[in-house]
């Protein structure tokens, strides 16, 4: 039986019909509704990009590669560019500070605990971004909470609105839960026993933690990383109402371009600026990070 089955196989490799295995058929939806979805709205983007603006209509069906030239060489979009990188980064990085321990403290704890704690965290998630931004603003503002308390102490007002500031504390509230719920996982992984062993070999608890869980948790560290500074450079809201119109960002400059000012070439080709730019900024630290695990391994 045997045999046939090898037979048969060799006698469709012959004819040239290559049968698709159920395994490679599960994937098809997924690249469909990527492709669908990311790939084919990207390319009519880069299409666009390339066309000329017109103020009869969206634009005319006449190449040219003249919206990159005046991006490329313009200051104020690399300003732009260079801020809306600067507060990705620092939200990343401050929210790792924030959630690292929390997800450490989870790891850690009984599961019905554990389950009432994520629920705590994933609550927030639960309420829509305008909210929770409003709430900010309400917080925030020269006549907000904050500086209504410092006032009360005889203190001089903080300008915590309209600013960088702001949209900030705004991005890390807003996505600390994603990066806690990336971490999570890895640090779950890595047994307990781990440290204990260390500990009792003479390791101190500080070395035992960047010796052992550091490391092991690296691939967490890296997919949040990823998943906070990709959703907070794209984000639009939270900059809008949080900075107004002092602080913008690349999100609000191609909205501008394209609500406003009707330039669809020129608001596309900033689009293809700034993705082209997050993709090199992305595949560095993988590289990095990759490296460095690589190092510690």
Known sequence: MATTKVASTESRTSQGIRVPSPTSLLILPTLVVVGFFLILPYLNMLYISLMTANNQGAFERKLTFENYAHNLTDPFIWKV???TVQLGLLTVLISLLISYPAAYHLSRQPPRRRGLLMMLIITPLLIGVVIRTYGWMIILSDTGLINQALRALHL??????????????GLIHIYVPYMVLAL???LQAIDPDLESAARSLGASRWNAFWRITWPLSLPGVLSGSILVFVLAISAYIIPQLLGGFVTITMPILVVQQVTDL???????????IFFVVAVVILAAYARLMAFFMRGLS
């Open 262 to 272: 009707l330039n669809w070439p020129e608001g596309s080709a900033l689009t293809v």
């Open 184 to 186: 999570l996982g890895p």
């Open 81 to 83: 560019i260079g801020l």
């Open 156 to 169: 001089p007002a903080a300008g915590l609105m309209y600013n960088s500031t702001g949209v900030l504390i």
